[in-house]
């Protein structure tokens, strides 16, 4: 039987004795081990591995020596305090680490409190103990006038705090009127605005003029004033649809009759944008506006069409014209979700060219929209602008007035929104040259590849410094410039706010250092100023015309006042005013007597006013 048992165990123990050589050092650095411990204190490796007795006998025990198998003892078992000596060395290695990174910690935040001669800080990465600023933060020494202590960043309103400073305490006194705050008093009126719409009795149907002549003419004002600036669908269409639900009766309350009943509010409000005198209270259109909201919401079953996706464009067109921005954000956020879940639809995309046409028309109008609420509301593009580079432009198979102009306008807004992420020129400046330069660069190669029958004359300022421009009789036209040249002025502001900065008390500096070393600063500078008075001349050529682009584009113009009037005659910025900035001022006062009689425009009518008071500016009649 030994001799059998001979014959059968060498073969395989000599593998496995070669496996055990092989990880022995590793396994008596990597864990400790004690097997068997009852039966034997030492046990060779082949008697620990096969889990057998062993008698631990020298040379050999008796079980390797029966098998053949090569018997090795380990020399020495590890001791328990080398690994305690382990771990209190890992412990002092940990613990001098994080005395080094406190250390760095103290010094940076010691360098980071020291005064330095600007805010704007040449640093590629932002500070380790960096939190988002808030009012209350950036107010706290320097507090205007209806600011509180506990005062948060606005979300809903029009803010300017932002081109004010760099997202420091300290701002120049001359910026101090972009920095007032009316939100909440702003909020209530445009809340309780925007209940008055809806009171009252439900609109009935048989109430509503729904004659062919009326929804006819209505029609046609839509398709001259409306249709061109948001294109969900062409001339044809619209006249088609007006047509045929005229001619019902009883009229059915489906999405084509609101979307119907839209199509005659936004004509009639046009007529209302011609003469801009009409009653705040009695609204025009607001009888048809009202039963297509009825409509509307009360259709659950066609939530998810493009028609209900239509209808909140044009319901948020409308609330546009009467000055309610939360309401039109409340609209175009329901189609701009909708629109998103229809465009990922693809077999039926891929497979109905008209509807997916209709269906990237409306997420352009969608876009456009949202951009022009983007300063009242900060988060109102974030949707659409994650997704806009997906999504085809818009075609046309006709030649529709005003499609040219639409397509512009979706390149300008691309242009401008891409660099800031979706956050608006009115929540942050961007103030990184590069940048500043590449978007003017686009701009100009935009301008450049304007097709005729939108591109617009350039005013000759720097040949001859006049600013007569003629008044420009196409809409879209007026409206494209005045988003470039106001686009401009709003690049180049950052520069406005730094030279005040380094000619401020606390980091003034000598007109030769600013002349020598800051040369693109004052040039900057002037070119915002400059670009802010041909904004304004090119709003006079928007407002000579009076239509519903007046209201998305009142913001933009109110916010180039405000900025003008600010910095006229600072002493700080005398190296870079303009010497027609007063006839420019005087021309945009002018322009604000085109504004309708709504609170909001009011509101911003007096701060305007106030400002030319607070600046000696005689008030021009």
């Given amino acids: ?34 097997y068997p411990k009852k039966r034997v204190s030492i046990a060779c490796e082949v008697c620990r591995s096969r889990k057998t007795r062993c008698d631990a006998a020298q040379p050999t025990c008796s079980f390797c020596a029966q098998t053949g198998a090569l018997c090795e003892y380990r020399s020495s078992q590890m001791p328990e305090s080398s690994e305690t000596h382990l771990v209190q060395d890992s412990d002092h290695e940990l613990f001098t680490r994080l005395d080094r990174i406190e250390g760095l910690l103290l010094e940076a935040k010691s360098h980071r409190s020291a005064p330095t001669k600007s805010h704007l800080a040449d640093q590629p990465y932002a500070p380790l103990d960096y939190q988002f ?12 006038c209806g600011e509180t202590e506990n005062s948060d960043v606005v979300v809903f309103g029009f803010d300017l705090h932002c081109l004010s400073s760099f997202g420091t305490k300290e701002f120049h006194q001359a910026l101090l009127p972009l920095r007032v705050n009316d939100f909440e008093e702003s909020l209530e009126q445009e809340l ?33 004033h409306v249709l061109p600036q948001r294109p969900i669908f062409d001339h044809e269409t619209s006249a088609k649809l007006v047509a045929r639900v005229a001619r019902e009766r009883p009229l059915p309350k489906t999405l084509d009759t609101a979307l119907t009943l839209l199509i005659l509010a936004l004509g009639f409000m046009s007529t209302g944008s011609q003469n801009m005198s009409y009653d705040p209270v009695t609204t025009p259109g607001l009888d048809y506006f009202r039963a297509a909201c009825q409509i509307v919401d009360g259709d659950r079953k066609s939530d998810y069409t493009l028609q209900h996706v239509q209808c909140h464009i044009l319901m948020s067109v409308y609330f546009q014209s009467c000055l309610l921005t939360i ?13 998103v879940l229809l465009l990922q639809m693809r077999k039926r995309i891929a497979s109905d060219r008209s509807y997916a046409s209709l269906c990237q028309r409306a997420y352009w109008a969608c876009y456009l929209i949202e951009q022009d609420l983007q300063m009242y509301i900060s988060h109102s593009s974030c949707l659409l602008q994650s997704i806009h580079e997906l999504v085809p432009l818009p075609t046309s198979d006709s030649e529709e007035p005003g499609f040219y102009g639409f397509l512009a306008d979706i390149a300008l807004c691309r242009i401008v929104a891409r660099a800031r992420n979706g956050i608006s ?19 100009s190669e935009w301008y450049a590849t304007l097709p005729p029958p939108i591109k617009f004359p350039l005013l000759d300022l720097c040949q001859a410094g006049v600013f007569s421009n003629g008044t420009l009789l196409d809409t879209q036209q007026a409206q494209l410039r005045a988003k470039f040249f106001s686009t401009h002025a709003l690049l180049h502001w950052p520069n406005v706010v730094l030279l005040l900065q380094l000619q401020s ?6 007109d030769d250092q600013i002349n020598h070393d800051s040369s693109h600063i004052l040039n900057g500078a002037a070119k915002a100023l400059e670009f802010a008075i041909m904004s304004i001349y090119a709003f006079e050529s928007l407002y000579s015309n009076p239509n519903l682009l007046m209201d998305s584009n009142g913001g933009t113009f109110y916010a180039i006042m405000i900025l003008l009037l600010s ?11 303009h010497p027609r900035t007063m006839e ?5 006062w002018h322009l604000l007597s085109y504004w309708p009689d709504k609170p909001a425009a009011v509101s911003g009518r007096e701060k305007v006013e106030r400002l030319f008071r607070e600046k000696g500016i005689r008030l021009p009649t």
Wanted: glycine share 4%; hydrophobic share 35%.
């Fill in 133 to 144: 600023p808030t009012l209350s933060s950036r107010l706290a020494e320097n507090q205007p």
């Fill in 1 to 34: 039987m030994v001799g059998k048992q001979t014959l059968r165990y060498p073969a395989p123990m000599k593998r496995k004795t070669i496996s055990i050589q092989r990880h022995t050092a590793n396994r008596v650095t990597r864990q400790k081990t004690n």
């Fill in 584 to 588: 420019a001022l005087c021309s945009g």
């Fill in 567 to 577: 910095v006229y005659n600072d002493p700080s910025l005398k190296m870079v005013q």
């Fill in 425 to 443: 020129w009115n929540r942050a400046m961007l103030k990184e040259p590069v940048i500043v330069r590449e978007i003017i660069l686009q701009l």
């Fill in 505 to 510: 008390p606390i980091t003034r500096q000598a």
């Fill in 192 to 224: 309780k605005e925007g209940k008055s719409l809806f009171e009252g009795d439900q609109v009935e149907l048989l109430d509503l003029d729904l004659s062919p002549q009326n929804c006819g003419r209505l029609q046609q004002l839509f398709a001259r």
């Fill in 327 to 339: 309401q039109a954000f409340e609209s175009i956020s329901v189609a701009s979700e909708k629109i």
